[in-house]
């Protein structure tokens, strides 16, 4: 694996010439993962939906493309709904397994890591997960499927938002706890806190989550992080040039305080001058402390996004042809 990274950052580096004439220089990565979301399964608000109509699964050969680039991590949404259509604890809708894992499949095999994230906010059919032993219960079955599969990685559930604090910590201690349980041993489980995760916010709303435990010690604290005025990520407008760096500062030290590592499991900004000097600045300071950032994956790639201003999926989506060359330096 480390042999096919290094061909990967050989290979970046041969398409070097338009990053380097748009004054970006190549510098060795200190990321021990670079990436994009994989979007498209989670599509739509059609339960369970139809297949090519409300969703659709990300495109191996669009992921081999990226692949190619130099990324290393994927992050693959679904819907929970879709997979476990009547309850979390019930069986899986075992075609969307399939297709699931055939696009995770297609991931590991290429020696990368693919990121299973849960896209449900801390929800099942619009309600707040409340009961911990059914998300434990959730985890135990999920992770069971992959259990034998290194690359995989296990993301609790994607943005918490407006939940109990103290319930955020406890279903994540239950995925983890399921995740074990189910005799997944070796793989690394990415945790996601309340207020969607925000690393702007970290501080002040997640600080209980230093208690989370993991037998194995392979938890992976997963922020994202926008740099619009209100950091959803909903405008190519960013803050300032600087807003990457100011909003992830805090959160940094938090990681070190508490002896923890942490990923940015979903950033973007604009193809325009003000957010590559934000995407930029942001990557490099966390580049430099990679005693606590193990990795950043873009916000987002998949066969569905049209037009939409972060679209990193090839041969033109918007980030693709405006801001890789960007996140190229760190591959
Ligand atoms: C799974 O993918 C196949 C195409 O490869 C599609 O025909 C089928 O409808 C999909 N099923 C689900 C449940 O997503
Ligand atoms: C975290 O754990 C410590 C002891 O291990 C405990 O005193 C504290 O109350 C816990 N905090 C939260 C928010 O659960
Ligand atoms: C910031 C952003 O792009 N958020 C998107 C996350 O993914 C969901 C579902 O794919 C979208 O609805 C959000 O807009």
Redesign the pocket.
């Known amino acids: 694996m480390k042999l096919r990274n290094l061909l990967f950052a050989v290979a970046a580096g041969s398409v070097l010439a338009a990053p380097q004439a748009r004054g970006i220089r190549k510098r060795a990565s200190t990321f021990e993962w670079f990436g994009a979301n994989e979007s498209g399964a989670e599509f739509g608000t059609n339960i369970?939906g139809v297949?090519?109509t409300d969703?659709i699964?990300p495109d191996p050969s669009a992921i081999a493309t990226l692949i190619d680039k130099g990324m290393t991590i994927f992050r693959v949404q679904f819907m929970m709904e879709?997979l476990v259509p009547d309850s979390l604890t019930g069986s899986y809708?075992e075609?969307?397994l399939?297709?699931l894992t055939?696009v995770v499949n297609a991931v590991t095999d290429s020696g990368v890591h693919a990121i299973i994230d849960a896209h449900n906010y801390g929800r099942y059919n619009g309600e707040i997960i409340s009961s911990t032993s059914d998300f434990q219960t959730f985890w135990e079955n999920l992770a069971g499927q992959y259990k034998d599969n290194d690359l995989v990685i296990f993301d609790t559930n994607n943005e918490y938002n407006s939940m109990d604090q103290d319930l955020v910590l406890n279903l994540n201690q239950a995925a983890i706890d399921g995740i074990r349980a189910a005799g997944a041993t070796s793989q690394y489980i990415f945790v996601e806190g309340n207020s969607w995760t925000g690393a702007w916010t970290w501080v002040d709303v997640n600080d209980n989550m230093k208690n989370l435990t993991d037998p194995q010690d392979k938890i992976i604290y997963e922020m994202h992080q926008y740099l619009d005025s209100d950091g959803s990520g909903t405008s190519s407008t960013c803050e300032s040039s600087t807003i990457g760096v100011e909003r992830v500062t805090d959160a940094t030290q938090w990681l070190k305080d508490n002896n923890k590592v942490g990923i940015l499991g979903e950033y973007a900004g604009g193809d325009n001058d003000v957010c590559r000097r934000a995407v930029s600045g942001m990557l490099e300071y966390m580049a430099n402390n990679p005693d606590v950032w193990k990795g950043a994956v873009w916000w987002a790639a998949g066969p569905w996004w049209g037009d939409y201003i972060f679209s990193m999926e090839p041969p033109d989506g918007t980030a693709y042809t405006g801001m890789l060359d960007i996140l190229e330096t760190y591959l």
């Open positions: 369970p297949y090519g969703y699964f879709r809708d075609e969307y399939a297709n055939t």
